[in-house]
T-cell receptor, first 110, second 114 residues
């Protein structure tokens, strides 16, 4: 596709449930990033994938968060046992040098 | 730790007014600098970027930004704003290292009144 796509666009879940968010990067982009944007705050780095290298997970807030990427394609971000403080917009970006962002997934944990 | 500060959280201007949004970062090494914009209901888009060379960078829609290394600043400017510039503006810094992650400021919400 022409840009980064993410699904679902909105997700409402109950506290304690697991959620999985998907990102389709721009074709050919070797790097993929996940960020989180809480209400009224800037974007917060979560995790970075570059080709076949080990991902940089330094931004993941807890072990409930994990992410996978298959080669240089789709990535999924999984949040286990969701908490209310996980409510945020989760943004994915892909890049060769400049990062281009997807529309985000708005997660609401009730 | 590296950080990015955007001192103006909410700016209200009338059409044709001049705009300057402040951005300061804390990092002493080589940086790449970005301004992203998020229009209402749309996703984050790149407005302009600085990697090296001329510190005055021109972006889309008449925006420009000036990198002043001695002040650790990368302020965004536009001489005459339009109603369609109403959006949230984010400054971001990419520092050296393996990750290339962006460190974002908290954003400035710009409202332009017609």
């Amino acid at each position: 596709g022409a840009g980064v796509s993410q699904s679902p666009s909105n997700k409402v879940t109950e506290k304690g449930k697991d959620v999985e968010l998907r990102c389709d990067p721009i074709s050919g982009h070797t790097a993929l990033y996940w960020y989180r944007q809480r209400l009224g705050q800037g974007l917060e780095f979560l995790i970075y994938f570059q080709g076949n290298s080990a991902p940089d997970k330094s931004g993941l807030p807890s072990d409930r968060f994990s992410a996978e990427r298959t080669g240089e394609s789709v990535s999924t971000l999984t949040i286990q046992r969701t908490q209310q403080e996980d409510s945020a917009v989760y943004l994915c970006a892909s890049s060769l040098s400049t990062q281009y962002f997807g529309p985000g997934t708005r997660l609401t944990v009730l | 730790a590296q950080s990015v500060s955007q001192h103006n959280h909410h700016v209200i201007l009338s059409e044709a007014a001049s705009l300057e949004l402040g951005c300061n970062y804390s990092y002493g090494g080589t940086v790449n600098l970005f301004w992203y914009v998020q229009y209402p209901g749309q996703h984050l888009q790149l407005l302009l970027k600085y990697f090296s060379g001329d510190p005055l960078v021109k972006g889309i829609k008449g925006f420009e930004a000036e990198f002043i290394k001695s002040k650790f600043s990368f302020n965004l400017r536009k001489p005459s704003v339009q109603w369609s510039d109403t959006a949230e503006y984010f400054c971001a810094v990419k520092v050296g290292g393996a990750t290339n992650k962006l460190i974002f400021g908290t954003g400035t919400l710009l409202a332009v009144q017609p």
